[in-house]
DNA sequence: CGCGCGATTGAGTAATTTCAAATCTAGTGG
DNA sequence: CCACTAGATTTGAAATTACTCAATCGCGCG
């Protein structure tokens, strides 16, 4: 994998490269697979290289609601406990074949320590992350089901593709039976 | 103001923290003023020395959505619009009278490349807030209106406090008439 | 005292959920 | 290549939840 694609604007050194690399671990995950477990210690954040994944939260009436997607030159992880020592609460969970870059919380600190640009690299994106939240802060608010149906695909035409339906409803929080009547009815006109 | 009550934890010396000061406008706004309207160029971010503020969005059919309210220590802006430098959509509205202190985005990127501590700060704060409003994204998927209202006080006791109860439950996504229904539920118990 | 804002209450309505059943679909083994 | 099956989606009807709209109440302040 070429770090350039991951850090797309920076120059980087070889020096730093080989750094960054080294602690970049490559893991293979398939359909199905967990990567993160409630309750675990959310040490990694992943890079998506290729394939997709969602991070979910599971309530006490054991319906799931997903929090995230991610595709191709994504992160993913459960921000929440990765930033700030907690426990997981969110499960991240394959929903096609994968290929990621492991990357933890330790080693990040450590490339910020050496390589001032992927701080700043990593704090942009972060702030980016917090335009999307929210924008779906915005829209659980203010929007019917069907409005906020028809934004998510409008925003993530690819990943409508790949995902099952109810990993859409769960993410828009609404039932599947609820987006299946939403998609009849924007079908019909 | 003491900049060592902003940026609690950092050694900053002299000659920096004459530079920062020099770019932190102090303003003072009163009850009912708003600072940033929707489709301005939301130059700035504030920081909260006193006094209460609420950022909100007014959708189409004219109703009010609370993202954000700021107290005492606390940063507000819209911050997508900040971050991406797009027009604003929010409006930031005091609710009390306030002192802030005014941080432009072109001065808060000269700071960073000045005191990589300041980035750093900046950066950890902004990854706290995606913990925050991953919270929220699952109280608003998760929760019924009354849990929320539970959540709300708990989390935030300074401010219910502080705020109108409409206000309040313009922030948790229902009508105040709702929201009266859940007080007094709650108060029956 | 009375104005005006905010909170509360009631009744009818709209949107979404729940639960159960029917239908569709993609992948597997014979 | 077809039949079967498990998973996914759709459909229907009843129940629930929150909303809307209108009216009333409560209270602080001039």
Redesign the interface.
Known sequence: MNLQEIFKDLTLSEHNKMMISSKLKKIMVTKGETILHPNDTAYYQYYVVQGCLRSF?T?KTA?E?T?QFAITDWWISD??AF??KEKA?LQIECIQDATLLRLSRDDMNEI?DKI?NI??Y???K??????S??????G????TAKEQYIDFVNTYPNIEQLVKNYHIASYL?ITSESLSRVRKEIARN
Chains 1, 2 share one sequence.
């Open positions: 939260f309530d319906k609601h929090i921000y929440t930033f700030r609460i910020f001032p701080e700043r990593f704090r942009i972060t702030e980016s992350y917090i335009g939240f929210q924008k779906r802060i915005i659980d608010l203010s929007k929080g």
